[in-house]
């Protein structure tokens, strides 16, 4: 067997570091009574190939050597998928990039010098927790409220993939289930309001045949959850779908209004 | 569900608005119409006037549901401004909503309330001596009066170029107001898109043409 040969031009590639100097201004808050406040912090030596939270993962390490208390910030998978990271950075929620997490930020995005703003996820329903940290348990409640299909589990399950459904509704369907329920739809929000996220939930199951059978109590009750947590309302601006980390679509709100209203008529 | 519950519904509200809001694009369509009418032709202009002055459909029925729907529309507006704006007690040190809305999206209450604060003005221009010269004074049916008070309106270059700021907000207010309450009765498809091109038409050619109007006016009086 010939030896394996790179055709790869190494002397093409300049890979020296481009190490970068920014300064961080990140929100600080002891815990969810304390009063919080906005502390500058000096970085340097950040590579534009690591990621956002690995820039945050130096500064903890730095902090941790002076003494101080490290910022607390969500995370878990790293790779956008469990929606767990979340960060208000430079006035966008995930940063100013296009259909990706904090997690999959990375500071090549950002130039040398530059200030950088992070604050955590701002909304009534979403209280800080510490620092960046912020709970998001009214979106768990507004799913137990309405965010499930009812499933025979008795021995006899049938398997889903024997009802023939649509491509198209199968596939519209898939996209609103993308939703990974960070929460940067509610804080792009001007409104703080939730409702690309109910509806995401609400649309994944209207349109499967699955869905239907609880579809009327499902939109209520979540809608009415959705209130009761203290969201504002939708004023259409269009701000979630685009900071949307996966990309759901206003026709998913626009969905949930007619099933809202049509739910509203059988009550 | 229980009524009550579906009338404090964000979903309710929102549809009401809508609702409200397009039967003010619908009025404000024939009221540009009928204005327009006024470059072309007096005589038509007077003629459509008298009628609308005098209609008891108009002045009875389909007036007090326009004023309905004026002060439902700005009443609810700002209640729900005063709700979302509790929804968030600590703002953002650092926010980039051009990043991704438009300022016409996000500034709906200021162009609200200019526009607002210009129908006051209108209806002190317009309505208010109208219902004095008809139902207080109870003066003799004139129908060619309307042209003449219009265009005595437009003699003022303070009150012309405030007619013309304001019709720049309610342009604003429409360029989002307009698609926006189609999406908020559940009214996104195949032909949205369409549906959007003349949402932002209308948002351009009926203010700018109430503007057209106001300066014909005062540049020929």
């Given at each position: ?7 790869f ?8 570091t ?21 502390v ?12 956002f ?85 009214a ?36 996209d609103a ?12 929000c ?12 609400v ?43 996966k ?21 | ?31 540009f119409f009928?204005?327009?009418t006024?470059?072309?032709?007096p ?25 309905v ?57 317009f309505?208010?001596p ?6 207080v ?10 042209f ?34 189609f ?39």
């Amino acid at each position: 067997m010939a030896p394996c040969q790179s055709t790869f031009d190494f002397r093409l590639y300049d890979f020296k570091t481009q190490n970068m100097k920014l300064t961080l201004k990140i929100w600080r808050q002891k815990d969810a009574k304390a009063t919080g406040k906005i502390v500058e912090y000096p970085i340097d030596g950040i590579e534009p190939d690591m990621s956002f939270l690995e820039m945050l993962d130096i500064l903890n390490d730095e902090l941790i050597v002076k003494g101080e208390d490290t910022v607390a910030f969500d995370h878990d998978c790293r790779e956008g998928i469990c929606g767990m990271c979340s960060l208000y950075i430079n006035g966008e929620a995930h940063g100013p990039d296009r259909l990706v997490t904090t997690c999959q930020l990375h500071m090549r995005k950002f130039k040398d010098g530059d200030t950088i703003f992070i604050e955590p996820f701002r909304a009534k329903a979403f209280p800080v927790i510490k620092d960046l940290v912020v709970d998001r348990g009214a979106f768990d409640r507004i799913q137990q409220s309405g965010g499930f299909v009812s499933v025979n589990t008795s021995g006899n399950t049938i398997d889903a993939n024997t009802i023939p459904i649509p491509k198209h509704d199968a596939d519209r369907a898939f996209d609103a289930a993308t939703c990974i329920g960070c929460g940067a739809c509610v804080a792009s929000c001007k409104n703080s309001s939730a409702m690309l996220f109910v509806a995401a939930k609400v649309s994944q199951f209207a349109l499967l045949p699955q869905g239907k059978v609880e579809a009327t109590d499902r939109v209520l009750n979540m809608v009415s959850q959705m209130d009761a947590e203290g969201f504002g309302n939708c004023t259409n601006t269009g701000a979630c779908e685009v900071e949307c980390p996966k990309g759901i679509s206003l026709e998913n709100i626009a969905r949930m209004n007619r099933e809202y209203l049509s739910a509203s008529l059988k009550g | 569900m229980a009524k009550s519950a579906l009338l404090k519904s964000s979903i309710a509200k929102k549809v009401a608005m809508a609702l409200s809001g397009l039967f003010l694009i619908l009025f404000l369509a024939q009221h540009f119409f009928i204005n327009s009418t006024s470059v072309f032709s007096p005589d038509t202009f007077n003629s459509i006037s008298h009628f609308m002055g005098n209609n008891p459909l108009v002045q009875f029925v389909i007036q007090p549901i326009l004023i309905v729907g004026v002060v439902f529309h700005f009443v609810m507006g700002i209640v729900l401004e005063i709700k979302n704006n509790s929804a968030r007690p600590i703002s953002y040190a650092k926010n980039n909503g051009a990043a991704n809305s438009t300022w016409a999206s996000r500034n709906m209450i200021i162009t609200g309330l200019v526009v607002l604060a210009f129908i006051v003005l209108h209806f002190y221009d317009f309505w208010v001596p109208e219902m004095v010269y008809k139902y207080v004074e109870v003066n003799p049916l004139d129908e060619n009066r309307y042209f003449a008070e219009l265009t005595h309106k437009f003699v003022s270059p303070v009150r012309t170029a405030i007619y013309c700021v304001s019709f720049v907000l309610l342009s604003l207010h429409l360029w989002h107001g307009f698609n926006s309450s189609f999406q908020s009765v559940g009214f996104n498809n195949k032909y949205s898109k369409s549906l959007h091109t003349l949402g932002y038409a209308f948002a351009i050619v009926v203010p700018f043409g109430f503007i057209f109007i106001a300066l014909f006016h005062y540049f020929n009086h």
